[in-house]
């Protein structure tokens, strides 16, 4: 590795750590743990993705999705019941890897990769507002018009030092230099120890302490499902994201196991569990991260963070960090997407808005499925439309109809409403060269059709059946 490129990939690894911490501990706190939990966990799964991984470059820890997922558990069961359902869950997308289902992104469409992305970068910019609350009063005089004020001039030097000079990472440059600022001056901001005090020891590896039996099995296996699938949707998401930043490719089945694993460990040692950070990735990316050394700095860097440097690390501004994230979702957010908004099919567009907007008010996975919901109806509309007929009479007095598209559920109707058993002649070809027979609904179609001319009288002959076509009717009992 060159010594450019390590220098890179240690100062963005540095600067994601920055950015690392607040997050992690926020999201402990909404999941109602101690913040070291989410400070252990991040260091355990950024570590091991990063040295594992399917995907250098990429940034993973406790992320807020998976947070909000076990709230209810915690509260009802309590921590061990965390840590195995972060355990099980781990277990589940080790299986996902192992069996190469990561392909299955391949399914979600553009239009909702963008609204996903979208949906996050609003997220990212609605959970920085938190920092401008005391408690649940929001900030007012002084201490609001100081804390706009640092965040106004962390954002400035993130945007305007790029074209000073590339050799440091802005956000670093930003994070320290308005630190050291507050410091110097002596600026009564909140700073990351009014969140959380973060020094603590080395992560203990221990069993969960619970009973297991099936009642507990019960208890956890909805959440680490819903943990497992959120997080590998997020991680998944995420990565086509960073191929298209990096132009390169990474492999999602290996990312897959790699978080799975990282999350069993970061069960075992107390941690909560994780996945992709966009945000985390973006910073890392835009820094210069852009090999494995800069996510396994970033992970490191927040364990030495609990271990020796928390009195200097709870000295950083919040008002620093805010603004960093700030920058981030305005990076994040697809601002190409409102363009072309008037140039793509409105399905599209009702794509893009409506994971947008369930991103924001409700979770990514419901909002991605929502989208993959929107985008293959409309893709069967479409299809259905498609199906066309041509008909011509031949010499010897029968009927040809060539149909051409695709017969399934949606254009079954369609299909039939081409034909006319009572007034066509005796006999009836159907000549599907160029139709695709893909479905049950389809053979149904084809043997409702069959018995429409055999009620009439009249015999219906199909030719030209692909070989797929023949085996689907075959094992249905529908002779052709």
């Known amino acids: 590795m060159k010594p450019t490129r390590i220098r890179a990939d240690l100062l963005a690894g540095l600067t994601t ?4 911490v607040p997050e992690c501990i926020a999201f402990a706190l909404v999941a109602h743990l101690n913040p070291l939990m989410g400070l252990y966990g991040a260091f355990i799964i950024c570590t091991l993705t990063a040295l594992f991984g399917g995907r250098p470059g990429m940034v993973s820890g406790a992320a807020g999705s998976m947070a909000v997922v076990i ?135 221990a069993w969960p302490v619970l009973p297991w039996t099936l009642e507990t099995l019960r208890i956890i296996a909805p959440y680490a499902i819903l943990m497992a699938l959120v997080g590998l949707l997020e991680t998944l998401l995420t990565l086509n994201l960073t191929d298209e930043i990096t132009e390169s490719r990474g492999h999602p089945d290996r990312e897959c196991v790699a978080l799975g694993a990282a999350n069993m460990v970061s069960g075992l040692c107390g941690g909560m569990g994780g996945c992709a950070m966009i945000g985390q990735t973006v910073i890392n990316l835009s820094s210069g991260g852009r090999g494995r050394l800069s996510g396994v700095v970033a992970g490191v860097m927040i364990l ?33 997407s409102l363009r072309v908004l008037h140039k793509v099919p409105v399905s599209d567009v009702l794509a893009i808005v409506a994971v947008t907007l369930v991103t924001v008010f409700t979770d990514l996975a419901t909002a991605v499925l929502f989208g993959i919901v929107i985008a293959a109806i409309n893709f069967a509309w479409q299809q259905a439309r498609e199906l066309y007929a041509d008909t011509h009479l031949e010499a010897d007095g029968s009927k040809l109809y060539r149909l051409h598209g695709t017969l399934f559920f949606a254009s079954t109707t369609p299909f039939l409403n081409h034909f006319d058993p009572a007034q066509d002649p005796q006999q009836v070809t159907l000549d599907c060269q160029h139709l695709s027979v893909v479905d049950y609904s389809a053979i149904a179609a084809l043997k409702t059709l069959r018995e429409r001319y055999v009620k009439a009288g009249k015999h219906l002959r199909v030719v030209h059946l692909s070989e797929r076509c023949k085996q689907l009717l075959k094992r249905a009992g529908v002779q052709h």
Do not use: C
């Open 304 to 336: 030495l963070f609990v271990l020796f440097l928390s009195p200097l690390i709870e000295r950083i501004p919040l008002a620093a960090l805010v603004g960093v994230m700030f920058v981030v979702a305005q990076q994040t957010f697809a601002w190409a």
């Open 71 to 205: 709230v209810a558990l915690v509260v009802q069961h309590g921590v061990q019941y965390l840590l195995a359902t972060v355990l099980l869950g781990g277990l589940i997308m080790i299986a996902f890897g192992l069996l190469r289902l990561g392909k299955l992104v391949r399914l979600v469409p553009y239009p909702v990769m963008l609204g996903f992305v979208n949906g996050l970068a609003i997220v990212i910019a609605l959970a920085q507002l938190e920092h401008f609350k005391v408690g649940e009063a929001w900030l007012d005089g002084t201490p609001l018009y100081l804390m706009l004020g640092l965040v106004a001039l962390t954002m400035l030097v993130v945007y305007v030092l790029p074209r000073l000079t590339r050799s440091v990472p802005p956000a670093l440059v930003a994070i320290l230099g308005v630190g050291l600022l507050v410091y110097l001056l002596e600026l009564p901001t909140r700073t990351l120890g009014d969140m959380a005090h973060i020094a603590g020891g080395l992560p203990q590896l």
């Open 17 to 20: 750590s920055f950015a690392l």
